[in-house]
T-cell receptor, first 114, second 111 residues
Framework: GAGVSQSPSNKVTEKGKDVELRCDPI?????LYWYRQSLGQGLEFLIY????????KSGLPSDRFSAERTGGSVSTLTIQRTQQEDSAVYLC????????????FGPGTRLTVT | QKEVEQDPGPLSVPEGAIVSLNCTYS??????FMWYRQYSRKGPELLMY????GNKEDGRFTAQVDKSSKYISLFIRDSQPSDSATYLC???????????FGTGTRLKVLA
């Protein structure tokens, strides 16, 4: 079946602009994760959604970052007033719920803030 | 100190070599250990998945977990140029969905 998809694949924006990144998880996966991957850094957890439960936003680096998940499927990560340090690859993953279930990653969105 | 440490490399080996990739960690509560492979400009893909200690083998890949030393390894036998990628270790505690990732080791297998 189809894997996790993300759009756009690349985004170049000017400092101060808002951006929206989209993630379509694998059908049937109720858990969805956003990560940020910067050069030389590991994957940094941002936010976790599971079904209708309140999301775990503990990894969001500032209040400029927000995310939502509509209808338990598609998710959007929004970054307001982008800064140059926001430049990174933003990865989305989905999984079945429960411990020990593997996370499947999308190809990522490469964000460049000029 | 980071919870998970991984040598970033790059590691260059000739085709056919045995490759050893390693991660150390500090959290003794980690129970799940994963290795992901990430090709350039792609998302990570799961290679190996181990619960608790021991070895697991899948084709040319072997994952080892030594919880007493807080050390995990991924061995690649008969390495191929197509194995050239960044290898990320990831770990999680029992009862949690959060993975903690290493920074990744960049591997280049020379033909």
């Amino acid at each position: 079946g189809a894997g996790v998809s993300q759009s756009p694949s690349n985004k170049v924006t000017e400092k101060g602009k808002d951006v929206e990144l989209r993630c379509d998880p694998i059908s049937g996966h109720t858990a969805l994760y956003w990560y940020r991957q910067s050069l030389g850094q590991g994957l940094e957890f941002l936010i976790y959604f599971q079904g209708n439960s309140a999301p775990d936003k503990s990894g969001l680096p500032s209040d400029r970052f927000s995310a939502e998940r509509t209808g338990g499927s598609v998710s959007t990560l929004t970054i307001q007033r982008t800064q140059q340090e926001d430049s990174a690859v933003y990865l989305c993953a989905s999984s079945l719920v429960g411990e020990g279930f593997e996370q499947y990653f999308g190809p990522g969105t490469r964000l460049t803030v000029t | 100190q980071k919870e998970v440490e991984q040598d970033p490399g790059p590691l260059s080996v000739p085709e056919g070599a045995i490759v050893s990739l390693n991660c150390t960690y500090s959290n003794s509560a980690f129970q799940y250990f994963m290795w992901y492979r990430q090709y350039s400009r792609k998302g990570p893909e799961l290679l190996m998945y181990t619960y608790s200690s021991g070895n697991k083998e899948d084709g040319r890949f072997t994952a080892q977990v030594d919880k007493s030393s807080k050390y995990i390894s991924l061995f690649i036998r008969d390495s191929q140029p197509s194995d050239s990628a960044t290898y990320l270790c990831a770990m999680s505690e029992s009862g949690t969905y959060k993975y903690i990732f290493g920074t990744g080791t960049r591997l280049k297998v020379l033909a």
